[in-house]
């Protein structure tokens, strides 16, 4: 109980400090705003003795994640996050850093994220990849998406960087998605290696962004190639054709899953926007540019509030929401053309001052502001620090 108060407290008093640049000009801020985000996640869900995460504050430890496909797994209570939200903290530490040149994320990347990622990291099971809890627990399931967003994440720092280490993880895990992949419905990856059931957007437009990347950073033409063959698979087997946006997946027996996930059309968005900058093919950038519209007609569909020029972020998974802003960045970086940009700009800054962010500095889910989650998760406040840090990389460049 004495550790439970002491915890909000030091939240309180880093509150105090992180709310001042509230006041300051919409957009310079954003960098500060990334950061006091993630000092923020640090004190409240971080745990004095490993480097690991809570899954929510204030910790639950009745809490059953809905996530997994293994039911027993997800019945038995976990001290510590699952996979999926701690990778959140790489996707944040790369962004501020790369937002920023500042060491002391290249510490807390080094002393803090990759210590703790390797706790989850499995190399009993062949490929060796990262498992869905942590490697000293019985044997978990192993996502071919929650890698995928690990590898993506290495590729980039080593483009940061040039650090050989971060290439060699990534080309470890890519590894492990190339046994994901087989000729059951055509090709493409499975979402889970235990069950290989179906194959989802979640791992194959993500799969085309990650091989596209490796290409960029290491010039190896068969990356390239499967970059093509897996964005061409999720088109023609996962798309809707009325409005351009994608199915969440389709089972090995051709049922498809309809749910439509800001994620899932966003990857595809900086998967066409990528296969543009490396081909110079225009269909690809038609396709991102019909991508970006229907995203934000589909996923910035919350009701508008007085003063604001633009549609408010659907309120749910905000995860989701911060990958498909990767999408629209990508696009960006290709036509300069703000419309998106702003809109996303002004979300942000909505959300720090209109209630969505609280006083100890973490996020509710809603982008209005007018519900409160009394159980925050931890991927949702890596996603506000990771969004921060991507407009504050456009402001350095601009």
Known sequence: MKKTCLMIARCLVLATVSLAPAVCQAGSDNYNRAVATFDAVMECYGDERLP???????????????????EEQADQQKRYSYLWPFSGSLSAVAAIWDARLDPRFGQVLEQQVRPGLEMYFDSVRTPAAYSSYLNTAPASDRFYDDNIWIGLDFTDLYRLTRDPRYLEQAKLVWRFIESGIDNQLGYGIYWCE????????????PGSVY??????????SSYLRTAVRLYEWTRTNLQDPTDGLYFDNKSLDGTIGRAKFAYNSGQMMQAS??????????????EARRLAAACYEHFFAAPSQPGRRYRVFTPGNV?????????????YGIDYDRRYIDAIQENLDQA???????ENG????NWTGQTRNESKWLLT??????????????DAEE
């Open 52 to 70: 690991l995460f809570r899954e929510t504050y204030p910790f639950d430890d009745q809490l059953k994640v809905t996530y997994l496909s293994n």
């Open 194 to 205: 235990q069950k290989k059931n179906g194959k989802n957007t979640c791992s194959n437009a």
């Open 211 to 220: 091989a596209a990347k490796l290409y960029l950073v290491t010039g190896d």
């Open 273 to 286: 926007a990528l296969l543009y900058r490396l081909t110079g093919e225009e269909h690809y950038l038609r």
């Open 319 to 331: 995860w989701f929401t911060a990958i498909m802003v990767r999408g629209f960045i990508e696009l």
């Open 352 to 358: 720090w001052t209109n209630g969505m962010r609280e």
């Open 362 to 365: 973490l996020f509710n889910d």
């Open 381 to 394: 406040q890596f996603a506000m620090a990771e969004m921060y840090a991507r407009l504050a990389l456009i």
